[in-house]
């Protein structure tokens, strides 16, 4: 992938013990952070942390157990005489290396594709009277281009997007705003590129009323002329009753 990543393994160990009002939290925090696919810059890190005070770190670029606090110096002092630092000093090579191919297959080089939708809007006051709205749905990773064509031709001007906007859920929503002068005959598209994509996609903008709009004015239509056989058959009714017929 073209972009920078970084992968975050972490292994918690909680452990609570409370006395009263007195409380006490330990925390075990391991690492794999990977800079980029190849592993170049991969590094393995194991922080040790009481009361949300790190003591301890063992970085694998380092290659030794660092101290942050009176306590933690000592440990870490005694740590790197002992045989806790050969352990630590492989779990680069036994664990993060190892494992790096399963998370990339897995959730990095996994690609969705973009649910696309265009649609008109109503445009904010201005000197366009049209606008139309490009949005592109659920798609992951994700860097996306979306664009705007007027009869072939890319439209800069005029054009405002959203930041691709994380759904808390791995995929990603973006949309596009195209204010324009609707002119007869031409051709408004809306180009989306994605990874997942072999090619752009092209969605092109049709002026003609949308279904639901058509629809909706269907449904009317036909219960304007129920009403008016309702009436008409009333009418009839009205009639041969006071002519004395019924």
């Known amino acids: 992938m ?38 170049h810059g991969i590094e393995f890190i194991d922080s040790y ?16 157990y660092v101290g942050y606090t009176e306590h933690g110096v000592k440990n870490a002092e005694a740590w790197n005489k002992g045989s806790e630092l050969a352990q630590e000093l492989g779990e680069l090579e036994r664990y993060c290396k190892p494992n790096a191919a399963i998370y990339y297959s897995n959730v990095l080089d996994k690609t ?37 064509l007027r009869d072939g031709h890319e439209v800069k001007s005029d054009v405002t997007s959203t930041e691709e906007l994380a759904n808390g859920d791995w995929y990603y929503q973006i949309h596009s705003h195209l204010e324009y002068t609707p002119k007869s005959g031409e051709k ?28 909706k004015i269907a449904i009317g239509a036909s219960g304007l002329v129920l009403g008016t056989v309702l009436a008409l058959a009333g009418l009839i009714y009205y009639k041969k009753k006071s002519s004395g017929v019924l």
């Open 188 to 215: 408004i598209s809306c180009m989306v590129e994605h990874i997942s994509l072999t090619e752009p996609m092209m969605y092109h903008w049709d002026p003609s009323l949308p279904e639901a709009e058509r629809n």
């Open 112 to 148: 969705v594709e973009p649910h696309v939708r265009l649609s008109s809007v109503t445009p904010p006051s201005g000197r366009h009277p049209a606008m139309l709205m490009c949005s592109a749905y659920d798609f992951y990773p994700k860097p996306i281009r979306v664009t705007w």
């Open 2 to 39: 073209s972009m920078p990543l970084a992968f975050y393994i972490c292994l918690t160990l909680f452990l609570s013990i409370f006395s009263g009002t007195d409380g006490y939290f330990d925390q075990r925090v391991t690492q794999c952070r990977y800079s980029s696919k190849d592993l």
């Open 49 to 64: 942390v009481f009361n949300q005070v790190e003591d301890i770190r063992f970085n694998s670029t380092v290659g030794k």
